[in-house]
Every structure is written in structure tokens, then in C-alpha cells.
């Protein structure tokens, strides 16, 4: 359904070279080294498999491509790990968000190489559930502070730092 949905909208928008396909991102359905770049951009936090699907994204990807990730990051204060006991909240398919540098450790570890990155933000805004709130009233106010958490309404709202990063893929 969305894959119509986005194929219709870029055909509208006058996209004539692009297709939508739906893959489990640990099995993607393309010959090795078939791309010169991938954006994995608010997913990778959602992946039960990340070791598998990193792999998986350096055999698609051709040697020394670009692979760009952008995806929230846990504040390196939230001792409490209050950001994933926050997003597992929303049944949608949340498994952990890393701290940035676990982040690139991560692709580090896969022989990916670091070239450019900045930090933008992301703000999550949910309805303040039950569960919500005695999350919140269970974290010191130091910890909340770290994602500017405020409650306005039955709303709770929160800002997360997310970090983009530009990789290179191995070299062969
Ligand atoms: C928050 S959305 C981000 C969508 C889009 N990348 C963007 O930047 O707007 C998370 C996406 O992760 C995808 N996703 C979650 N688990 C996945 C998996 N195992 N394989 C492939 N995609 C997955 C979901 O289908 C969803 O499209």
C-alpha cells in the first residue's frame, strides 16, 4: 500500500526514475556492490538484527560507497536510559536507541570510516498514557532535563539529538 502510495506521489512530483520497494533490511533482495550509496535514516533503532543488517548493507553497497545514518541518540548522561525505556513505550517496533559514539562504534567495528557528521534534533511527542507518566515521575528531573521533557495538556513532549553521519563503505 505505501509502496503505491509513494510510487503515485513521486510520479505526481515528477519522478520518473524512482521505485519503492518493500525488504527486511537483513535480507535485501540485490547482487552484491549493486549501490553507490544507501540512507538508513530513522530505522536502524528499530532493528532487532543490527549486526546482520549492517552486514547486509556493506554487501549491497559497492566499495568505498556512501552510506549516510541518521538516527537518535541517547544523551551520554541518561544514566537512567530514560530515552529507550521512553520510546518502548510506543508499540512501534522500538528496540534501543545507541549513544552516538556507540553508534559509530558500531560501524567502526564493520570497517566503515567516519568521514563527516552533525547533530540535528528530533522531537517526540506522545500521549501522556499512563505508563508515561510514572516514567516520568519515576526520572530525576536531571535526566528529563537532558531531553528538555516538558508536559503540556495529556501531552508529553521531548527532544532527542540525532546524529547524521556520512560513511564511507569498506574499501575492497
Ligand atoms: C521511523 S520510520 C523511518 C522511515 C524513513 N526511513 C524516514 O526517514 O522517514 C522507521 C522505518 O523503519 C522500517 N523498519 C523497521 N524494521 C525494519 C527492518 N527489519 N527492515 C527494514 N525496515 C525496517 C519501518 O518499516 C519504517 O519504515
Same mark, same amino acid.
Given at each position: 500500500?505505501?509502496?503505491?502510495?509513494?510510487?503515485?506521489?513521486? +510520479?505526481?512530483?515528477?519522478?520518473?526514475?524512482?521505485?519503492?520497494? /518493500?525488504?527486511? +533490511?537483513?535480507?535485501?533482495?540485490?547482487? #552484491?556492490?549493486?549501490?553507490?550509496?544507501?540512507?538508513?535514516?530513522?530505522? =536502524?533503532?528499530?532493528? *532487532?538484527?543490527?549486526?546482520? &543488517? @549492517?552486514?547486509?548493507?556493506?554487501? /549491497?553497497?559497492?566499495? &568505498?560507497?556512501? @552510506?549516510? /545514518? *541518521?538516527?537518535?541518540?541517547?544523551?551520554?548522561?541518561?544514566?537512567?536510559?530514560?530515552?529507550?525505556?521512553?520510546?518502548? =513505550?510506543?508499540? #512501534?517496533?522500538?528496540?534501543?536507541?545507541?549513544?552516538?559514539?556507540?553508534?559509530?562504534?558500531?560501524?567502526? &567495528?564493520?570497517?566503515?570510516?567516519?568521514?563527516?557528521?552533525?547533530?540535528?534534533?528530533?522531537?517526540?511527542?506522545?500521549?501522556?498514557?499512563?505508563?508515561?507518566?510514572? =516514567?516520568? #515521575? +519515576?526520572?530525576?528531573?536531571?535526566?528529563?532535563?537532558?531531553?528538555? /521533557?516538558?508536559?503540556?495538556? #495529556?501531552? *508529553?513532549? =521531548?527532544?532527542?539529538?540525532? @546524529?547524521?553521519?556520512?560513511?564511507? *563503505?569498506?574499501?575492497?
Amino acid at each position: 500500500m505505501a509502496v503505491l502510495r509513494n510510487q503515485a506521489t513521486a +510520479g505526481e512530483q515528477g519522478y520518473a526514475n524512482v521505485e519503492f520497494l /518493500v525488504a527486511d +533490511g537483513c535480507t535485501i533482495d540485490f547482487l #552484491d556492490a549493486s549501490f553507490d550509496g544507501i540512507t538508513w535514516r530513522y530505522a =536502524l533503532h528499530h532493528s *532487532a538484527q543490527v549486526e546482520a &543488517a @549492517l552486514a547486509e548493507v556493506g554487501r /549491497v553497497l559497492r566499495p &568505498a560507497a556512501v @552510506l549516510v /545514518v *541518521a538516527d537518535a541518540v541517547r544523551h551520554p548522561e541518561d544514566d537512567r536510559d530514560f530515552i529507550n525505556r521512553c520510546q518502548a =513505550l510506543e508499540p #512501534d517496533g522500538h528496540v534501543r536507541i545507541y549513544t552516538a559514539n556507540g553508534l559509530v562504534d558500531l560501524f567502526w &567495528a564493520s570497517d566503515f570510516e567516519a568521514q563527516q557528521q552533525f547533530v540535528s534534533t528530533i522531537t517526540f511527542t506522545r500521549s501522556l498514557k499512563a505508563a508515561y507518566r510514572d =516514567l516520568i #515521575d +519515576g526520572t530525576p528531573p536531571e535526566i528529563l532535563d537532558l531531553y528538555g /521533557v516538558t508536559i503540556t495538556g #495529556d501531552r *508529553a513532549v =521531548l527532544d532527542s539529538d540525532v @546524529l547524521n553521519v556520512k560513511f564511507a *563503505a569498506p574499501a575492497d
